[in-house]
């Protein structure tokens, strides 16, 4: 009995020492918050949210579960089922998670990478908007599934399975994900036979990812930030393109370099850890990897834009302790990328003439919209940066361009997948009344209940009629360059959707949701 006065005073400094470390850690969190994420506060939920962009962000976000590879979990297509559920077992792992890359069955590594570095992108910066139309919660769970893909994919430091399936073998197939019964191998890359760019990329992936889960699950996102640092490592130890290592990749998905790969996870290591050997890296090795001075366009193969916008946010909100050798070459970043930014807009003097008659940004006659969206989602990117830090003008050749205006091209190149063109069509599929109906997409144009096999099956390309399973979300190749769309399965180059141009629309209608661009400064680092 005398010991329980003394148990009430342990209980009593208990209780300060949780509520102490508690405020600590809401402080954190809210610093963190505050750096990637626009305000949650009433002026925030003041902006007005535009309905037919969270229309088209409900039905593209769905593409993702149109995509997923085995044991689905509250499954929202209806034609979708378990699939490839034995991936990876020949090497004694379970690599049956991740999404298919397009219309076919092959899970590659490096794109795939690239889809959940651009999702996490835009849930960092746009979760808000996300959480205002009640998309956040799908935009992680369609992370995470590509996440632990990758996790699973890294058993050890210096291993990465990088592909399941033959390409080759599965070109040879039309046949539903679900009913598939043909060898799946899968494709490792190691110290023997490197691949710099996409062990970089899939750090990228996982630092980024690291911190959109930083405050869900904190365990989660530490096991995924020790998966970048050691890709990140294993990448730049070992300097070698998987092109060259593994060639048979040529045919699909070529690299033509791996320095915009390793400036790409750098900086997102260095977002993510706050570790400043990483924005050194990305200082340092810039006369190696970066031409300055010359842009490129931002894609699943070339990340220079990308990486250019997002040192910006370093250069535009500060970082403490950077010495003045890295200070300059952070204007280097950011000067590149104001070259590139001034090529989109239609009225600046360097404007590039590589848009159709429409305006639509068109630079490959392979999947065009790519490049149109990710273009676009670096512009509305940048402009709220210049808002952020009330930067009033981008300066473009003796022309002043305000935020809005970058903002203005960025809604110019969304209305037109959307229907705005000369087509008078949506290249996003179930959105409005009009979009593509022969989908180069084999679940979605073969019946739920069709009996046919691998060979078989191709009946179903060929067909001229609609798809009978519609893929939600879906953004098609797009366009030719003379504004016109030939609706056939057979026409790869525009009807083939893909697993990475989905993040990029995600990413950019995200932006544009609500009517306002007006965010608060993020906090300095």
């Known amino acids: 009995m005398e010991k329980e006065p003394h148990k009430d005073k342990r209980w009593v400094w208990r209780g300060l020492v949780l509520v102490i470390v508690a405020l600590v850690l809401a402080t954190v969190m809210f610093g963190f918050r505050k750096y990637f994420h626009r305000s949650n506060s009433s002026e925030a939920k003041a902006h007005q949210v535009v309905d037919k962009y969270a229309n088209a962000l409900s039905i593209a976000m769905q593409f993702f579960d149109v995509q997923k590879s085995g044991k689905l979990v509250n499954n929202k297509i209806a034609w979708r089922g378990d699939s490839a559920m034995e991936d990876?077992?020949?090497?004694?792992?379970?690599?049956?998670?991740?999404?298919?890359?397009?219309?076919?069955?092959?899970?590659?590594?490096?794109?795939?990478?690239?889809?959940?570095?651009?999702?996490?992108?835009?849930?960092?910066?746009?979760?808000?908007?996300?959480?205002?139309?009640?998309?956040?919660?799908?935009?992680?769970?369609?992370?995470?599934?590509?996440?632990?893909?990758?996790?699973?994919?890294?058993?050890?430091?210096?291993?990465?399975?990088?592909?399941?399936?033959?390409?080759?073998?599965?070109h040879t197939c039309w046949e539903r994900p679900e009913a598939m019964t043909g060898k799946r191998p899968v494709t490792q890359i190691n110290a023997s036979y490197p691949g710099t760019e996409v062990a970089a990329e899939s750090a990228a992936a996982m630092a980024a990812a690291s911190l959109v889960f930083k405050s869900i699950d904190s365990a989660y996102s530490g096991t995924l930030l020790t998966h970048a640092k050691q890709l990140f490592k294993f990448a730049d130890t070992y300097r070698r393109s998987y092109s060259i290592?593994?060639?048979?990749?040529?045919?699909?998905?070529?690299?033509?370099?791996?320095?915009?790969?390793?400036?790409?996870?750098?900086?997102?290591?260095?977002?993510?850890?706050?570790?400043?050997?990483?924005?050194?890296?990305?200082?340092?090795?810039?006369?190696?990897?970066?031409?300055?001075?010359?842009?490129?366009?931002?894609?699943?193969?070339?990340?220079?834009?990308?990486?250019?916008?997002?040192?910006?946010?370093?250069?535009?909100?500060?970082?403490?302790?950077?010495?003045?050798?890295?200070?300059?070459?952070?204007?280097?970043?950011?000067?590149?990328?104001?070259?590139?930014?001034?090529?989109?807009?239609?009225?600046?003097?360097?404007?590039?003439?590589?848009r159709t008659a429409d305006g639509l940004v068109w630079v490959n006659q392979w999947n065009p919209l790519q490049y149109s969206v990710a273009s676009s989602f670096l512009a509305v990117v940048y402009s709220d940066y210049m808002l952020s830090s009330q930067t009033s003008n981008l300066y473009c050749s003796g022309k002043l361009y305000e935020p809005i205006e970058l903002r203005n091209f960025a809604v110019s190149q969304l209305d037109y997948i959307l229907g705005n063109n000369k087509m008078e069509m949506s290249y996003l599929v179930g959105?409005?009344?009009?979009?593509?109906?022969?989908?180069?997409?084999?679940?979605?144009?073969?019946?739920?209940?069709?009996?046919?096999?691998?060979?078989?099956?191709?009946?179903?390309?060929?067909?001229?009629?609609?798809?009978?399973?519609?893929?939600?979300?879906?953004?098609?190749?797009?366009?030719?360059f003379n504004d016109t769309y030939t609706e056939s399965r057979n026409n790869t180059s525009e009807s083939e959707p893909t697993t990475y141009n989905s993040a990029l629309v995600v990413g950019l209608i995200s932006g544009l949701v609500t009517s306002s661009s007006q965010v608060e400064s993020f906090v300095k680092n």
């Open 88 to 170: 990876g077992s020949e090497v004694n792992l379970d690599l049956s998670k991740g999404m298919y890359d397009a219309g076919d069955h092959v899970k590659f590594g490096f794109p795939m990478a690239f889809t959940a570095t651009v999702l996490s992108w835009a849930i960092l910066e746009y979760g808000d908007h996300m959480n205002m139309v009640n998309e956040l919660d799908n935009a992680h769970e369609s992370l995470k599934w590509i996440t632990d893909f990758l996790i699973d994919a890294h058993p050890s430091e210096d291993v990465l399975y990088i592909q399941v399936g033959d390409p080759k073998l599965d």
């Open 245 to 354: 290592s593994i060639p048979e990749v040529q045919n699909f998905y070529n690299s033509t370099g791996f320095g915009d790969e390793l400036l790409w996870a750098a900086a997102w290591l260095y977002h993510a850890s706050g570790d400043k050997s990483y924005l050194r890296y990305v200082s340092t090795n810039g006369n190696t990897f970066a031409n300055w001075g010359y842009p490129s366009w931002f894609s699943w193969e070339n990340k220079l834009a990308g990486v250019q916008v997002l040192v910006s946010r370093v250069n535009f909100f500060g970082s403490k302790d950077i010495s003045t050798e890295e200070s300059l070459s952070l204007q280097s970043y950011r000067q590149t990328a104001e070259t590139f930014l001034c090529g989109l807009l239609p009225e600046s003097p360097v404007a590039t003439s590589q």
């Open 431 to 480: 959105y409005g009344s009009r979009y593509p109906q022969q989908v180069h997409h084999r679940g979605a144009s073969i019946p739920v209940d069709a009996d046919s096999n691998c060979t078989d099956g191709f009946k179903w390309l060929h067909t001229r009629h609609p798809n009978p399973n519609v893929a939600v979300g879906a953004l098609v190749g797009g366009p030719s």
